[in-house]
Structure formats: C-alpha cells, structure tokens
C-alpha cells in the first residue's frame, strides 16, 4: 500500500519543531539557532544511546530533524556509558540484589568511562556550534519539552534512564 507523502505538511512540521526550539532558548525567528540546538542536543543523546534506542528515538522525530539525528552517525562507535541510579535501581529489581551489586562494582571500577551531569552539558556545548549565550541545560530542556510536545511521554520514558541523574528531573 502506498501512502502520499504531503511535503508540505512536513516541512511544516519540521520548522515548528526548529522554531518551538529557538523560542524557547529566547532566540525567537531565528530557525538558524532552533536547528543547531536541536541537532547539538540530539547528538548528545544520540550517542548515550544502544543501536537499537537509537532507531527507536529516531521514530518519534518529523523527516528533516530525523536526518540532521543521523548526520555523522557512526553506529560502530560504542556509546558512552552513565551512571544513573534510578537505571541501576531498575536492573536491581529485574535481575536481582546479587546481579545489581555486581553491576554497580562493575561501573565503579570503570567509572573513569562514565558520564556525569557536568561533562554531559559540556558536551552539548561543545556541539550546538553558537555566537549566541545559550546555556546548555536551558538547550537540553528546550528540545526535551519539543519532543515531548509532540510524543506521548511514555514513548520517551525507556530513555530518561540514559540521561545523567542530575538533569534527568527536567524530563518528567
């Protein structure tokens, strides 16, 4: 079965998404600012996530978002490990108390490869590429609260575990 495609609603959809953005870092008419938020954001999660997270995220963005979402890709490249206690708590109560404990030494004997909230932002500005003085987390929260706009919240749930815990609150 063949569907149309409207264009035309696409593009659409995709700039109010871009704008929504830009509004809420306070750079309102400015889609330059909306997509370079978007896409350093993006990036940043992109490469928290497992092959599998990634593709599933990816449904849930309009066409033109979803292509700048892949923009450099690299799927060979592992993706960076974080510490979350909730995540934890959760492998705890699926796997077992032994299973979680094992799990927990497992992260603090490599814990020189985990994430924290503070290289994570750093990493979002590192990537969203502006003259302008956007902090990152206002960054980070503007493109969690477009997605969660235009998603229901519990498609979004399977990936608040991969957020650091500190900002992790913004996404509820």
Known sequence: MNKAIDIRKQVREDYTWITDVAEKVGAPGNPEVGIKVLKGVLHVIRDMLNMEEVFTLS???PVMIR???FEGYNPYEGSVMMYNR???NRFRKRMGPR???YFE???RRN???LINNEEFL???NGKIELDENIEPEEAFLAVIEVIQKNNSSNKLENFKYKIPQNVHHLMA
Request: charged content about 40%; cysteine-free; proline content about 0%.
């Open 59 to 61: 449904r849930h963005l």
């Open 67 to 69: 292509g700048i979402y």
């Open 86 to 88: 909730e995540f934890l």
């Open 99 to 101: 299973n979680g404990d």
């Open 105 to 107: 030494d497992y992260l």
């Open 111 to 113: 814990e020189e490869e």
């Open 122 to 124: 750093s990493r979002i």
